[in-house]
């Protein structure tokens, strides 16, 4: 792999498990390599037990197959390792994934079990790309939803992401912040993000500026003088309520009024939250500065910031740093990749991954997955699993069956429902033939998505299974094969 440097252009294709460079050596040398293959990616597990994920990630998903290449310092490397032999490297040489690939669309609230992403290649191609699939979405996906649960508790209120300097590594703060984004918050501290992404870059102060000063109040007059329209200042160095909030009163009377400006707000970073925000707002607004801005931040998430608005905190926006950036109460997505099935001359034969533990059985076949909404309420009842060449129709009565329990069950009547595909043509024989969307549109995407939710999903507590259901004939196609052990022929 080229050494990696992050400020130039990376080749991220060798972060890739080596076990899928020995596994596609094997298909090589075996002739198999050229077999089509289906894969899913998929996930099992709501994190924080929450309702849902925010689909995220797929635009470097998309960059990533795009630039797919090996290198001849990447060639050398494996040719080091004496396992591999000259027309294997030849074929990586000239390695570029043809394949055919459908996702979720960055911003949708996807759920367990229903293929987010599937791919349809080459089995070699397919394979290769398994590892650097998983790590960009499962990574994103997991930011992109703590971020959503986060700005749901601030309910309105601006969060700001302050992460990158206890996230993990210089892409989990590029790209968290990103993901977060696409999560609702309001902007970043992360430069990178607002040059790569467009993310609005946001930020106050830190208690450093205020003790390189002599005083608070020198501190808080500089930093207001270079910037009267936006200043926000930091008021618990010291003392929050002796000291940082009176300074905070003075600048704005002393300064920015016979500037003709106002003071844009105050932030906390310490102490009682409830207690010093409710103080502060009273004396700000003694003061006569009712437009002066509280914002906190301190070790918060969305349990807290739940909690302090509970207790009647006057809190206007809010920063969140190490709990979003590395989803630190949930900080695994467990999204996996499964071959689902493989094409024998000219037919697709669907395969199933068996496992004791119920919840690791795959579903097989070549699938698509649909949304089913309600017509008159506009919500979502539920997401479908069908085979993809089923063919779903809202003029007949549709009955959705559990993934497992045929008798668990329920009929949409026809003219009630609407079906909507979940996925998107993404790749078509390796041509990418989606457009780049910007955040802004994946935002406004994803709320419009979300608003297809009952509110009972949202709960941080559980929240409402929302149902991810298979066709009548996928599940008996399922449970023939779990009969017979997973044998297809
Ligand atoms: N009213 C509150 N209810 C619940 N949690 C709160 C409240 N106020 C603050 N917290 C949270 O309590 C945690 C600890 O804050 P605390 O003020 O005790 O320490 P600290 O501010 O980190 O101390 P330091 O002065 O060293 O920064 C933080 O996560 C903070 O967000
Ligand atoms: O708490 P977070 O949600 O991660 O928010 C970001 C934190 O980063 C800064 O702290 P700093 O690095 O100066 O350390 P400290 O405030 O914890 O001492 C800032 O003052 C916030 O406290
Ligand atoms: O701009 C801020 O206030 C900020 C940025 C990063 C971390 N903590 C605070």
């Not at 390792?81 to 591999?84: K, R, V």
């Not at 006569?288 to 437009?291: A, E, I, K, Q, V």
């Given at each position: 792999m080229e050494k990696m440097n992050v400020s130039s252009e990376r080749n991220?294709?060798?972060?890739?498990?080596f076990y899928e460079l020995t596994m596609s050596y094997n298909y090589f040398k075996m002739g198999k390599g050229e077999q089509i293959v289906y894969f899913d990616m998929f996930y099992r597990k709501n994190p924080d037990n929450g309702g849902f994920v925010i689909f995220a990630g797929l635009q470097q998903l998309i960059e990533a197959i795009q630039d797919m290449h090996f290198s001849e310092g990447d060639i050398e490397y494996l040719r080091s390792?004496?396992?591999?032999d000259e027309d294997f490297f030849d074929y990586l040489r000239n390695f570029k994934f043809t394949g055919t690939i459908y996702a979720v669309k960055e911003g949708t609230p996807v759920f367990p079990y229903e293929p987010l992403v599937t791919v349809k290649a080459k089995l070699i191609e397919a394979q290769l790309i398994e590892t650097f699939l998983l790590v960009t979405i499962n990574h994103q996906s997991l930011i992109a939803t703590k971020a959503h649960r986060v700005c749901q508790e601030a309910k309105g209120r601006p969060v700001m992401e302050f992460g990158a300097r206890r996230a993990q590594g210089y892409d989990g703060a590029h790209y968290g912040a990103r993901a977060a984004y696409i999560g609702g918050?309001?902007?970043?501290?992360?430069t990178s993000a607002g040059v790569a992404f467009g993310v609005p870059v946001l930020g106050t102060m830190a208690h450093s500026f205020v003790q390189s000063f002599d005083s608070e109040f020198e501190a808080f007059k500089a930093y207001a003088t270079i910037y009267p329209d936006s200043c926000v200042l930091?008021?618990?160095?010291?003392?929050?309520?002796?000291s940082g909030v009176p300074n905070a009163i003075r600048v704005a009377e002393e300064v920015l009024a016979p500037m003709g400006?106002?003071?844009a707000g105050i932030r906390l970073d310490s102490g009682d939250i409830a207690y010093l925000t409710k103080k502060a707002r009273m004396m700000l607004d003694v003061a006569?500065?009712?437009?002066c801005k509280i914002t906190v931040s301190n070790s918060l998430d969305e349990y807290l910031i739940r909690s302090v608005l509970e207790q009647g905190a006057q809190i206007d926006s809010f920063g969140v740093g190490e709990n979003m950036i590395v989803s630190k109460?949930?900080?695994?997505?467990?999204g996996v990749y499964k071959l689902a099935a493989v094409e024998k001359d000219g037919q697709i034969i669907p395969k199933i991954k068996i496992s004791e533990?119920?919840?690791k059985i795959t579903n097989p076949g070549y699938k698509k997955v649909y949304r089913l909404i309600e017509?008159?309420?506009?919500?979502?009842i539920a997401d479908i699993i069908a085979f993809h060449d089923e063919i779903l129709d809202e003029g007949q009565d549709l009955t959705i069956y559990h993934q497992s329990d045929a008798w668990k069950n329920k009929t949409l009547y026809a003219g009630t429902y609407e079906i909507v595909p979940l996925q998107e043509l993404i790749f078509d024989q390796g041509k990418c033939v989606y457009p780049e969307y910007s955040l802004e549109e994946i935002r406004a995407y994803s709320t419009k998505q979300k608003a297809l939710?009952?509110?009972?999903?949202?709960?941080?507590?559980?929240?409402h299974i929302y149902y991810v259901d298979l066709t009548k004939k996928l599940l008996d196609y399922k449970l023939k094969m779990l009969a017979e052990g997973g044998k297809t022929e």
């Open positions: 991220i294709t060798l972060i890739m498990d390792l004496h396992i591999f918050v309001a902007g970043t501290a992360t930091l008021v618990d160095t010291y003392d929050t309520l002796k400006k106002r003071l006569g500065l009712h437009d109460s949930a900080p695994v997505f467990g533990n119920t919840e017509k008159e309420t506009n919500k979502a939710l009952w509110d009972e999903v949202f709960r941080l507590e559980y929240p």
